[in-house]
Every structure is written in structure tokens, then in C-alpha cells.
């Protein structure tokens, strides 16, 4: 069964930092492109970054570029996402995606507050 499990979601106080995790288990991680989405109340799921199966290209939304960098260790299976300078904006239900294939993980939940 092909499925990935976020964490390291939590409460952080503006300014802080947060390193997700997104563990992949039953498929061949390293023909997958993988990203990273977001979902605040109230609003649509939002694109916040992907990075090539190897790893090699990324790529950032306008809101989180320059703070936020993804990244993969394809022998764990596994993308994270560091998240630095956070601000309360970035509050959301963060998802791992499997692109291409539509496979979602749980969500892991940030919380930006002071």
C-alpha cells in the first residue's frame, strides 16, 4: 500500500523554526517528484514547494521562498520541509503530496503564535 505520513507539525512563536518530515513507505520513492502543500482555515489548499525525484530542482511559492527549504534523503524515504522565520500566516495544515500520482498524506498541523 502505497501511502506517506507527515510530522513534526506544532506550536512555534513568530520568528521560529520547524523541520516537517514526510516518510514514504510502498512505492519507488526515487522515481517520484514530491512537494509540499498547505491548507489554512478558511481558504484553499495552497502549492508551498516541490523538489525533483532526485532531488536536484526545487522550487518555492513567492510567500515562503527565502525562508523555507525542501529537501529529500531518497535511502530514508523521506522529504522534509525547514521551515525558518515563521509568521503567523504560515499557520495551516501542512501536507506531503506524492506528484503525479495523487497520493496525500494525513497532515501534520503547524501553529504559528505568540
Known amino acids: 500500500q502505497m501511502q506517506v505520513v507527515e510530522s513534526g507539525g506544532g506550536l512555534v512563536q513568530p520568528g521560529g523554526s520547524l523541520k516537517l518530515s514526510c516518510a514514504a513507505s510502498?512505492?519507488?520513492?526515487?522515481?517520484?517528484?514530491m512537494a509540499w502543500y498547505r491548507q489554512a482555515p478558511g481558504k484553499q489548499r495552497e502549492l508551498v514547494a516541490t523538489?525533483?525525484?532526485?532531488?536536484?530542482?526545487?522550487n518555492y511559492a513567492d510567500s515562503v521562498r527565502g525562508r523555507f527549504t525542501i529537501s529529500r534523503d531518497n535511502t530514508k524515504k523521506t522529504v522534509y520541509l525547514q521551515m525558518n522565520s515563521l509568521k503567523p500566516d504560515d499557520t495551516a495544515l501542512y501536507y506531503c503530496?506524492?506528484?503525479?500520482?495523487?497520493?496525500w498524506g494525513q497532515g501534520t498541523q503547524v501553529t504559528v503564535s505568540s
Open positions: 523538489i525533483s525525484n532526485s532531488g536536484d530542482n526545487t
Open positions: 503530496n506524492v506528484m503525479g500520482i495523487g497520493i
Open positions: 510502498g512505492l519507488i520513492f526515487t522515481i517520484y517528484h
